[in-house]
């Protein structure tokens, strides 16, 4: 494919994507149907938990950062560590939120900011429930200091959303040691495969992005699902398409 | 309908500036009348303006983290909280390691070769390890025909990498595994990511992001 077509494609999925939010965003009327994620249905215990307990849920978006590949996931990750601390700011102890990339250290200051200024509980926000960790992705140091934290915190759950590799086993096997829930999802593969195979509710690759519609439930965030689930199936059409376009040449 | 003036002002500036980025750095020269009109426009100038500005952004949050890590360990060592250790030990290898970079850089380096890369490699070789026995406790705690298949999969590509003579149809498994299962999977949870990333981009470039009206 040279690269005009390349332009050209890029242009029309943009323009298509947006008609379809914005088609999709107007619709108020009836809900979208939802799948069940366990790990979604599973947050309000862990919530529940933890302020009953006053020990400090711990989310973490791993090395997801601003300006890079993972901008858009630390966006949706924050997000959900949003919905998270929104629902755990009438606790005692605040909810931790580390990452690894420094970038995204403003975007978790500010996400902890507004869900505590949402429930009108703004004087709660501490500066030091964003704690920033050394540097690097897949950083080795940022997983044995995450594991050292959620001992001296005493955390009650792990919600980790965000940019992974294997280092999640090492996040993995110290809440394991400690009896810590986890609730783990990465958009690396490696990270994502260990997510799958030891947290208590893994999340699956695009599943993050869909934390507003699960637990907020506005038709705002419920039509970015539905435009994911749509352009999903439109893309299988494409791709249906073109197999039966590819065997219809060969065979003629 | 109450407009709040800020949350307007955040959203016209991120609209603005989002799209001619894009447009910017999108918009090549083969595309007729709309690259001429980039190039009127100066688009593509402007969008490598914004992204020098995002770097310099980008380079000073370093400073941002490390003040975040020296307060919260100053103020966990302040109110001697539990942990409060590791947080003086931190301290004092920060300060320790300015101290050395200021007046003998050279000795920094040994420290970063000596001590932080042989921790990281001693680190690295315990993921194995902590995989293995997550492994054998997925399956403990639940036998699911998902989890089984894992734990095959898994058998199935370490003893397929085995460097044994007489294994042929585990290595053909494990390059069958490899080509097709895995290779499908991998193309679609990045599908999936990829959708999902544009969605959320696309949120967040028209200004209809929670962040934006809050």
């Known amino acids: 494919m040279d690269q005009t077509t390349t332009q050209v494609l890029s242009i ?12 999709l965003s107007r619709r ?9 994620i366990p790990a979604y249905a599973r947050i309000p215990d862990l919530v529940g938990e933890s302020v009953e307990s006053g020990r400090p849920l711990h989310l973490s978006l791993g090395s997801a950062g601003i300006g890079g590949e993972s901008t858009v996931l630390a966006v949706a990750s924050a997000e959900l560590a949003y919905q998270v601390t929104q629902r755990a700011a009438t606790g005692d102890t605040p909810p931790i939120l580390t990452l690894t990339d420094s970038t995204a250290l403003p975007l978790a200051q500010d996400t902890l900011r507004r869900a505590y200024q949402s429930r009108a509980l703004g004087t709660s926000y501490r500066y030091s429930s964003a704690r920033w960790f050394p540097y690097g992705s897949r950083s080795l140091a940022f997983a044995a200091a ?5 001992d001296s915190d005493n955390v009650s759950a792990n919600v980790l959303a965000g940019s992974y590799g294997p280092e999640l086993a090492l996040i993995m096997d110290a809440s394991f040691r400690q009896r810590v829930p986890v609730i783990a999802v990465s958009d690396q593969l490696e990270g994502q495969a260990v997510a799958f195979a030891l947290a ?6 695009e599943e993050v992005f869909a934390a507003g519609s699960y637990l907020d439930g506005s038709s705002h965030q419920m039509s970015e699902s539905a435009a994911i689930d749509l352009l999903r199936w439109l893309l299988v059409l494409a791709m249906l398409a073109g197999l039966v376009a590819t065997i219809a040449s060969q065979g003629g | 309908m109450r407009i709040r003036l800020w949350a307007a002002l955040a959203s016209a500036l991120t609209v603005s500036v989002g799209f001619l980025t894009v447009l910017g750095l999108l918009i090549g020269d083969d595309l007729g009348a709309l690259s001429d009109l980039a190039r009127e426009l100066y688009l593509r100038e402007a969008a490598n303006v914004l992204l020098e500005i995002v770097t310099i952004t980008i380079a000073l949050t370093v400073f941002i983290g490390i003040l975040n890590l020296v307060l919260v360990h100053l103020g966990r060592l302040g109110g001697r909280q539990r942990g409060a250790l590791y947080s003086l030990v931190l301290l004092a290898s920060f300060g320790l390691v300015i101290g050395l970079y200021a007046f003998r850089p050279a000795d920094s380096l040994v420290l970063l070769e000596t001590v932080q890369l042989s921790v990281e490699s001693a680190l690295a070789a315990l993921v194995l390890f902590a995989l293995v026995y997550g492994a054998y406790r997925m399956m403990r705690q639940r036998v699911s025909w998902s989890g089984s298949l894992f734990v095959l999969v898994v058998l199935v590509m370490l003893a397929g990498a085995l460097p044994f003579s007489g294994i042929e149809p585990l290595q053909d498994a494990r390059d069958w595994l490899l080509d097709i299962p895995v290779s499908a999977g991998a193309r679609g949870l990045l599908l999936g990511i990829a959708l999902a990333t544009l969605v959320t981009g696309l949120r967040v470039l028209v200004g209809i992001d929670r962040s934006y009206r809050e």
């Open chain 1, 200 to 205: 208590d509710a893994p999340l699956i690759g």
């Open chain 1, 146 to 150: 995450v594991g050292a934290m959620m």
């Open chain 1, 12 to 23: 029309l999925i943009i323009l298509l994507a947006l008609v379809v939010i914005a088609v």
């Open chain 1, 28 to 36: 108020r009327r009836r809900p979208f149907p939802l799948r069940p």
